[in-house]
C-alpha cells in the first residue's frame, strides 16, 4: 500500500503535495510498472482527503506523462518516464567498506572554519534581535512580483533565455551605472561593473585573483568574518587593524599589504563610521605603497542623523579601491544579487574566473532587479526602510539607556545594529542560551576577534524586528541578566 503524507499546515496545496509525493515516488521507483495506483476512492479514504483533490492530482500526472491511464484497469506508472535512468546500484554494507581517506584528499577545510550561524527559523522568534535579516513585512511584494511577471513576457524571455556566456543584462549594468552608484558619489562605465551573486562572491573573487601565499592582507579588528575566512585560505599573512570609534585607524601598519579590507561607511561590526579625513590618508597611503582596497559598502544608506558619507570610492582618484556593494540590506538577503565596481582590468579577470564557476548570476533574476530599478521602485523602497529603520533605532537607543544601562555603546547614528560593551562578569553564552528559552535572540560579538580574545561586546540588530517589539524584548532580556553573571 502506498504511504503518503500530506500536512495541512504546509503552505502548498494537499493536491500539490500528493501530486510530488507520487511523482518522486516513480522517480525513486518504489511504484511497481504492473501495478494500478490505488482508485482516487480509496487513496481519498486512506488520507482523509477529498476525493476530488486525488482526482485532480491524477489527472495533472497523467498530463505531465507520469501516469498512463487504462481502460477499466485504473493509472499505472508510464515507463517512459523511466527510460534512461541508471539502475541503482547495490550498496556494501558499511562494515565491509574501507571508509575513504578524506584527511589526506582533502586540500582545504573550510567546515571547521568559525563562522557566523544564525537559526534558519530566526523569524519564528518573538524578539529576533538579528543582525543581517530584514523584517519581511518590508518587502515590497507587490513592486516585485509585477517586475518578475514582466520579466517573464516573451520578449524578456527571448532575451536572458539564451547563454549569456559571462555577459550580464546590460539594462542592469545601466540602473546600477545611472541609478545606485551616484547615491554614494560613484561613477563608472559598463566596463567597470560585474554582477555578482551577492557581496559573497564578489569579495571570493577579489581574493582569489589578489592573493596568494607571501601576500599580506590587511583587514579591521575586529571585522567581517566571512572575510577573514576567505583571506586565510588563500595567505597566513593576515594583519589585524585596530579600530576606534572613527573606524579603521590608517598608519604605517599599512605599509606592507598588498589588498587592504575596509568597511568605511558603517564599520562591520562596531558601526563606526570613518570621517572624510581618514579616507583621504588611507587612500594616500594605498597610493604611496602600492596596495590595493575592498570597500565594502554595505549599510550605507541607514544614516539617521546626517547624510550618508560618499563612498570611499568617491574619492578615489588613481583606481585603488575596488567597490562592492549588495541590494541584501535593502531588498532580500535571499535574493543573492551584488555588484563590484573596479578598474576595467581587474573586471575582465573577475569576469574570467567568474564564468569558470557559475557563468553568471541567473538572467531572469538580474532583468526583474534591472526592471525593479528602472521604475523607481528602490527609490521607493529605500525612502520607506529609511523611515521604519530610523524609528528602530530611535526606539532601540531608548530601550537600551532604560532597560541595559549597564552597557555601553560608541556613538552610533546608523546601521541596522548596536555594538554593545557588556559590563563585567557576563557570561555571555549562558546569557544567549537563556535568552533563546524567552524567544529572544542575540548574538555574541566573540566571534568578530579573530585573535581569539575574548570581546566583551554584544551585537544586537534591530531590521529584522518590529518596532514596538524592540522595548518589551530589551525588557525581557534585561531581566535575565542577573541570572547570566559569572560568580566571583
Not at 485532480?56 to 487504462?70: E, F, N, R
Not at 550561524?117 to 518573538?126: L, N
Not at 587593524?241 to 561590526?269: E, I, K
Request: include cysteine; charge should be neutral.
Amino acid at each position: 500500500m502506498l504511504l503518503f503524507h500530506l500536512d495541512p499546515k504546509l503552505p502548498e496545496s494537499l493536491q500539490r503535495q500528493l501530486r510530488e509525493q507520487i511523482a518522486n515516488a516513480i522517480l525513486d521507483g518504489q511504484i511497481p510498472l504492473n501495478k494500478a495506483l490505488p482508485s482516487s476512492r480509496k487513496l481519498a479514504d486512506e488520507l482523509k482527503i477529498a476525493r476530488n483533490t486525488v482526482v485532480l492530482a491524477y489527472d495533472q500526472l497523467l498530463d505531465d506523462g507520469y501516469l498512463i491511464s487504462k481502460s477499466r484497469s485504473g493509472y499505472f506508472v508510464n515507463a517512459d518516464v523511466l527510460e534512461g535512468r541508471a539502475e541503482r546500484p547495490m550498496r556494501l554494507n558499511d562494515i565491509d567498506a574501507d571508509p575513504m581517506p578524506w584527511e589526506t584528499l582533502l586540500t582545504a577545510r573550510p567546515s571547521r572554519q568559525q563562522s557566523i550561524r544564525k537559526p534558519t527559523d530566526w523569524h519564528r522568534y518573538e524578539y529576533p534581535f538579528v543582525y543581517g535579516q530584514l523584517d519581511p513585512s518590508l518587502f515590497p511584494t507587490q513592486h516585485w512580483r509585477e517586475c518578475s511577471r514582466d520579466s517573464l513576457s516573451v520578449q524578456a524571455i527571448r532575451s536572458w533565455s539564451v547563454d549569456h556566456f559571462s555577459e550580464d543584462d546590460p539594462l542592469l549594468i545601466e540602473q546600477i551605472r545611472t541609478r545606485l552608484l551616484p547615491r554614494r558619489g560613484v561613477w563608472a562605465k559598463p566596463e567597470q561593473i560585474l554582477i555578482t551573486v551577492g557581496t559573497q562572491q564578489a569579495l571570493w573573487t577579489v581574493a582569489q585573483l589578489l592573493l596568494k601565499p607571501g601576500r599580506r592582507f590587511g583587514m579591521e579588528h575586529p571585522g567581517y568574518v566571512d572575510m577573514h575566512n576567505i583571506a586565510s585560505l588563500l595567505t597566513d599573512d593576515i594583519q589585524l587593524l585596530p579600530v576606534d570609534a572613527q573606524g579603521m585607524r590608517p598608519d604605517d601598519s599599512l605599509s606592507d599589504c598588498q589588498l587592504v579590507y575596509v568597511t568605511p561607511s558603517h564599520q562591520s561590526p562596531t558601526g563606526a563610521t570613518m570621517p572624510l579625513e581618514r579616507r583621504r590618508q588611507l587612500l594616500d597611503l594605498a597610493e604611496m605603497n602600492n596596495f590595493l582596497i575592498i570597500e565594502d559598502d554595505y549599510d550605507s544608506e541607514t544614516n539617521y542623523q546626517s547624510n550618508p558619507t560618499p563612498a570611499l570610492k568617491s574619492l578615489d582618484r588613481h583606481d585603488r579601491v575596488i567597490y562592492v556593494g549588495s541590494l541584501s540590506k535593502t531588498l532580500s538577503p535571499g535574493l543573492r544579487l551584488g555588484y563590484m565596481v573596479a578598474h576595467p582590468t581587474l573586471i575582465r579577470e573577475a569576469r574570467a574566473i567568474r564564468r569558470l564557476m557559475l557563468r553568471h548570476p541567473p538572467t531572469n533574476n538580474q532583468r526583474a532587479l534591472a526592471l525593479f530599478l528602472e521604475r523607481g521602485y528602490h527609490d521607493v523602497l529605500l525612502r520607506q526602510i529609511h523611515r521604519t529603520f530610523k524609528l528602530r533605532w530611535q526606539r532601540m537607543s531608548e530601550a537600551l539607556q532604560t532597560h541595559l544601562p549597564g552597557f555601553t555603546t560608541a556613538s552610533n547614528i546608523g546601521g541596522t545594529s548596536f555594538w554593545l560593551k557588556a559590563p563585567e562578569g557576563l557570561d555571555f553564552r549562558k546569557l544567549q542560551a537563556l535568552a533563546r528559552k524567552q524567544s529572544i535572540l542575540i548574538e555574541c560579538g566573540d566571534i568578530h576577534y579573530f585573535d581569539r580574545a575574548c570581546s566583551g561586546y554584544l551585537r544586537l540588530g534591530f531590521s529584522a524586528i518590529e518596532e514596538d517589539k524592540i522595548e518589551p524584548g530589551l525588557e525581557r532580556l534585561a531581566r535575565l541578566l542577573p541570572e547570566a553573571m559569572r560568580e566571583r
